[in-house]
C-alpha cells in the first residue's frame, strides 16, 4: 500500500519560492550540531534551525532543541501551509542542505513529541533533491523529485508505516531548504 502522501508542485510560484529562499538564506541563524548515532557522536550532514511556540523544545537524535520565535517570513508560510493541509502546525524544522554531501539519512519524524501518528508539511526551495522512502515492513520503496515551490503532505501513518531520507548525490547541485512543518503535542514525563 503507497504511503498517504500529496505533492503539490508549484505551491509556491517561481517568484515566491525565490523570495522565500532569499529571506530564509539571510536571515536563519543556522547550526551544525552534534548527533549521537548508533552511539556515537557524529556532526548532522546539514545545517538546521528550530522554530516554535515559546517552550515548544523537540528533541532527536539525543538533540534537543530550544525554539526560536516565528519571523514574519515562516508566519506567512506557515498560514499558506496550514491552509492547503487543513491543520494548525506550530512549529518547523528548517533543513539547509549546502550542496550534494549534504543528507538526512533513513528516519521517521515519529518522536513523542508529535504524537502517534503525525501529519508533516514539507516545503522544498531550492535545488531539486531527490527524496526517497520505504516500507517498514515491506519491501516497497518510492523515490520523489521535489522541486523549488513545492509542498509535500506527509499524511496520517506515513511516519508508523514508513522511512524517508534525502540521500547524499554526487551529482553537481545547489543550495537547497526544507521546512518540515509541525504540530506538538504535550508529552507526560511522568
Not at 500500500?1 to 515566491?16: H, K, N, S
Not at 508539511?121 to 522541486?147: C, I, M
Request: with cysteine; glycine share 10%; hydrophobic share 40%.
Amino acid at each position: 500500500m503507497p504511503p498517504p502522501l500529496t505533492l503539490i508542485e508549484g505551491f509556491l510560484g517561481p517568484a515566491a519560492a525565490d523570495a522565500a529562499l532569499a529571506g530564509l538564506l539571510a536571515e536563519t541563524p543556522w547550526a551544525q550540531r552534534s548527533l549521537r548515532i548508533a552511539g556515537r557522536a557524529v556532526m548532522e550532514p546539514r545545517l538546521t534551525a528550530w522554530y516554535g511556540e515559546a517552550g515548544q523544545r523537540y528533541t532527536y537524535s539525543g538533540l534537543t532543541l530550544d525554539p526560536l520565535p516565528f519571523t514574519p517570513l515562516l508566519r506567512q508560510l506557515k498560514a499558506a501551509i496550514e491552509g492547503a493541509a487543513g491543520t494548525h502546525f506550530d512549529s518547523v524544522l528548517i533543513n539547509r542542505y549546502r550542496d550534494g554531501r549534504d543528507s538526512v539519512g533513513w528516519h521517521a519524524d515519529d518522536e513523542p513529541e508529535l504524537g502517534p501518528d503525525p501529519l508533516i508539511a514539507s516545503l522544498s526551495l531550492g535545488a531539486v533533491r531527490r527524496f526517497v522512502l520505504k516500507e517498514r515492513r515491506g519491501t516497497e520503496r518510492l523515490a520523489l523529485d521535489l522541486p523549488h515551490g513545492s509542498l509535500l503532505l506527509m499524511g496520517r501513518g506515513c511516519q508508523r508505516g514508513w522511512l524517508h531520507a534525502l540521500p547524499k548525490t554526487a551529482r553537481p547541485v545547489g543550495a537547497r531548504v526544507n521546512l518540515t512543518f509541525r504540530a506538538l503535542v504535550t508529552v507526560n514525563d511522568g
